[in-house]
């Protein structure tokens, strides 16, 4: 959840634009790609940048942004402002299921006659988006529960109870499924599509090599970590996943960073080593929480800090709270996979974890 690794805020401005990354525009990156940011209104990440890119065969978008009309109506005089409209969409290439990258994607796709591709991986969750009504309760409760968040958890069925079903064109089907790395024949250019587990499961991200870029969505983000663990239905290792994936991209030559959140330009190899470097320390900590007594994730979520002003656990919001016992949960899972803590199951349903007893 946003933590920050060292960068400093003064890299919010965007080299393609001059201004601060989250300006109005259609911001040209590449020749032949631009980057539109679009508002998300309450949320501390403030924009997400959708990326444009022109072909012979019109446009493919990586990522829509949330479906809310002041979004639309920015996108399409964004879209105008560089000679486009809607119907010129073909494609839109989603990394993830969250609804700032996927619902407005949904949405035009299915106005407009555009192919809408997704991660596989994200089935799961879009199959509990569209069968809600079958559920007793939200499926982030039991996900608490396991990290030891029974106080959160219960605020968080007060927040829930007055929430809105979800909307269901918004999370319809996508038009195709992506299973598996592979290559993208997008008009004249040739996108690797690689499938990135650990913020979801089913994340991808598109690497247009030719031109040097990383379409990144939310996997490598310039000044902020992705929230892990926080998915539903959860998966077994989320971090171990996450950092899987980062290592798996540092493979790849170095790219220029276009994020979702966030400034273009810094070098995916430089941001992969930092992410990495950072879990690790922060894996550390999270031992060293345990040696000290904490037992579960939202015990060891007590003694770190968190985002980038390094915050108290108890100064958090109620909703952060259950975002931090879950990403440190998560780091749990991943120590008991390395044999550095074990790990047991309560009654109550939370996961307890202790120093390995010496042989
Ligand atoms: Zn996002």
């Known amino acids: 959840m946003a933590h920050d690794p060292g960068t400093s805020t003064a890299y919010a401005v965007s080299p393609d634009s001059g201004e601060h990354w989250t300006a109005e525009g259609a911001w040209e990156v590449s020749p032949g790609v631009h980057r539109v940011p679009l508002p998300l209104p309450m949320d501390g990440l403030r924009a997400v940048n959708v ?28 879209l105008r402002s560089i000679g486009h409209d809607f119907r010129d969409i073909r494609r839109f290439l989603v990394t993830h299921v969250h609804r700032d990258h996927y619902t407005l994607a949904r949405v035009l796709g299915a106005e407009v006659g555009a192919e809408v591709a997704l991660g596989r991986d994200e089935q799961p969750a879009l199959e509990l988006l569209n069968n809600v009504h079958e559920l007793t309760r939200s499926p982030f409760i039991e996900v608490l529960e396991s990290a030891g968040a029974h106080d959160v958890a219960a605020q968080w069925v007060r927040l829930d109870a007055d929430g809105d079903l979800p909307d269901a064109a918004m999370w319809a089907y996508p038009d195709t499924w992506l299973e598996g790395d592979q290559q993208l024949e997008v008009g004249s250019r040739t996108l690797d599509a690689v499938h990135t587990p650990g913020h979801t499961p089913g994340h991808f991200v598109f690497a247009e090599r030719a031109a040097g870029l990383l379409f990144a969505g939310d996997h490598v983000l310039p000044t902020i970590t992705p929230s892990i663990g926080f998915t539903v239905p959860p998966t077994p290792q989320p971090l171990g996943d996450f950092m899987a994936s980062l290592t798996k991209v540092r ?94 199951r309560d009654p109550d349903g939370s996961f307890r974890y202790a120093p390995p007893v010496p042989d």
């Open 251 to 344: 493979a790849l030559p170095d790219l220029r960073v276009l994020p979702a959140h966030g400034p273009v330009g810094m070098s995916s190899h430089e941001r992969v080593d930092q992410l990495l470097a950072f879990h690790g320390g922060r894996l550390d900590q999270t031992l060293a929480a345990v040696l000290g007594g904490a037992r579960t994730g939202h015990d060891a979520a007590q003694h770190l800090g968190w985002t980038r002003h390094e915050k108290a656990f108890p100064t958090l919001d109620v909703f952060s709270q259950g975002m931090a016992a879950m990403e440190t949960k998560a780091h749990l899972d991943l120590l008991a996979a390395q044999g550095r803590v074990t790990r047991t």
């Open 51 to 78: 990326y444009v890119v022109e072909n012979d065969d019109g446009l493919t978008l990586v990522d829509g942004g949330w479906s809310i009309e002041v979004a639309r109506d920015l996108l399409q005089r964004c």
